[in-house]
C-alpha cells in the first residue's frame, strides 16, 4: 500500500520515522512518501522526503504572518503532491496549523486520512474538535487521559502507548556516563540541576531570566541550560551572562541523565524528564494578563503532562508573570538529593511509565494503521 506522510516539527520526523519503520515491518511492500526530516529520510528513503521541516516551520503569529504567501504556496504543493502520489492513506503527524488544513483538503479529494499524535483540543483550541470529526477517519492518540476526553466529543481513538517511550529507550543506550559527560563538556564534580527552558525565542527570553537568578541560589550545584541547534547561542548567553550557567547544545537527554534534578518549561519536555526519572519542577513565566485568564482560557487543570497523565499534581507547576524565585528555591530544594519531595516524586514516575506504556508503541501503531486500511478494503 501507499502511504503519505506529513511532520513538520523536529519532534513529529523522530515520531515519523519510528511509525515509518513499524510501517516497513508490518507492511514490507509499502511504498513511502513524506514531508518531514532527516530521521524520516534515513527511515523511509532519502528518494522519499518531499520537503524538510527546514523550509516549513515557522513559530509565533509574527513569523507566521510574515510568511502567510510562502505558507500558502507549500501547502499548495503539498496537495499537487498527494495528489500525483493517490496514497492509499495520508498520515498526518501533530503540526495542526498546517495539517488540519490538509485534512479537510483530502477528505474533499476522497483521500482516507489518519491523524497520529492528536493536536491538543483538550488544552486550547477545542473547535478543532468538529473539524477532527469531519474530516479525519482514524484518530491515533498518545496520552492515556486523551481516552476519555475524545469520546466525550464523538470521536473514538486508537491508543497503544506513548513512542516517546521508544525514542527514550533507542537513545538510552548510547547515552554517556555523567562522568563522561561531565568531561566532554568542561564540568565540574558538583551535582548537576539540567535547565530546559524552551526550544523558541519567546520561551527562552521569557524563562531562562528566572532560571538564572535560581542558579545564584544553588552554588553548591552547577546548572547547565540545553540549547537547541536551531537557535544562536548568543541568545541563551545574553540571559544567563555572570550567572554561571553552563551552556551545551543538542545534548538534552545526555544532560538529563547526568543530572540531579531539572527546572522545565511546560511542553513534551516535562514528559521526556519524568520518562528519564530525573525529579523536576515545571516553571512558565509569561505575562500578567495571560495568567490572569488562565482559568478561562486554558481547558485542563495543569500544563505539565506529567500531571495531565497521572490526574494530580505530581510535579509543582509555578506559573507566574513575576521574576520571584521564591517559590521556584523551595521546590527545587524539595526535590534534589536529600530533599523532601525526591522519594515520592520517584514513585510517582514509577506510576506514570505504567500508565503510559512499555516500549513498542510506535510498532503497535503501524501494525493498527495498516490493519485498518486492509480492513477498509475488505469492505
Known amino acids: 500500500m501507499k502511504y503519505y506522510l506529513i511532520a513538520g516539527e523536529p519532534s513529529g520526523d523522530l515520531h515519523g520515522a519510528n511509525l515509518i519503520k513499524g510501517l516497513l515491518k508490518a507492511d514490507p511492500g509499502a511504498e513511502l512518501r513524506f514531508w518531514g526530516g532527516d530521521y524520516m529520510a534515513e527511515a523511509g528513503g532519502e528518494a522519499n522526503l518531499r520537503k524538510h521541516y527546514r523550509e516549513t516551520s515557522f513559530f509565533g503569529i509574527v513569523q507566521v504572518l510574515k510568511n502567510l504567501g510562502t505558507i500558502k504556496r507549500q501547502m499548495q504543493e503539498c496537495q499537487a503532491d498527494v495528489a500525483a502520489f493517490a496514497p492509499d492513506v495520508l498520515i498526518l503527524i501533530d503540526y495542526p496549523g498546517f495539517n488540519m488544513k490538509m485534512a479537510r483538503w483530502a477528505k474533499e ?3 482516507r486520512t489518519f491523524y497520529y499524535i492528536a493536536p491538543k483540543v483538550w488544552a486550547w483550541r477545542e473547535w478543532r474538535v468538529k473539524a477532527i470529526r469531519r474530516y479525519v477517519d ?4 498518545i496520552f492515556p487521559f486523551e481516552r476519555d476526553y475524545f469520546p466525550q466529543h464523538g470521536l473514538e481513538p486508537i491508543f497503544e502507548g506513548n513512542p516517546l517511550v521508544d525514542a527514550i529507550e533507542a537513545r538510552q543506550a548510547s547515552l554517556p556516563t555523567p562522568a563522561e559527560f561531565r568531561s566532554r563538556n568542561g564540568l565540574d564534580h558538583r551535582p548537576i540541576i539540567a535547565l530546559l527552558a524552551g526550544s523558541r525565542r519567546g520561551e527562552i527570553r521569557e524563562n531562562l531570566p528566572l532560571m538564572a537568578a535560581l542558579a545564584q541560589k544553588f552554588p553548591e550545584h552547577q546548572f547547565v541550560v540545553t540549547g537547541v541547534m536551531w537557535l544562536d547561542r548568543a541568545l541563551y548567553e545574553q540571559y544567563t551572562a ?4 553552563r551552556y551545551v547544545c543538542d545534548q538534552t537527554y545526555e544532560t538529563l541523565a547526568a543530572a540531579e534534578a531539572a527546572v522545565v518549561t511546560s511542553g513534551t519536555a516535562t514528559l521526556e524528564t519524568a520518562l528519564l526519572g530525573i525529579p523536576e519542577v515545571v516553571v512558565y513565566r509569561t505575562v500578567w494578563w495571560q495568567v490572569w485568564l488562565r482559568p478561562y482560557v486554558l481547558k485542563v487543570p495543569w500544563v505539565s503532562l506529567v500531571n495531565l497523565n497521572l490526574g494530580r499534581e505530581a510535579v509543582t507547576e509555578i506559573i507566574q508573570s513575576g521574576l520571584s524565585t521564591e517559590r521556584a528555591e523551595k521546590e527545587l530544594r524539595a526535590i534534589v538529593a536529600g530533599g523532601s519531595k525526591r522519594e515520592k516524586m520517584f514513585a510517582d514516575f ?3 511509565r505504567a500508565i503510559i506504556g ?3 508503541a510506535s510498532e503497535r501503531f503501524a501494525a493498527r494503521m ?10
Open 358 to 360: 512499555g516500549p513498542g
Open 370 to 379: 495498516v490493519a485498518e486500511l486492509h480492513a477498509q478494503k475488505i469492505k
Open 138 to 141: 482514524k484518530l491515533f492518540i
Open 350 to 352: 514509577s506510576e506514570l
Open 109 to 111: 479529494h476522497g483521500i
Open 242 to 245: 555572570g550567572s554561571g550557567i
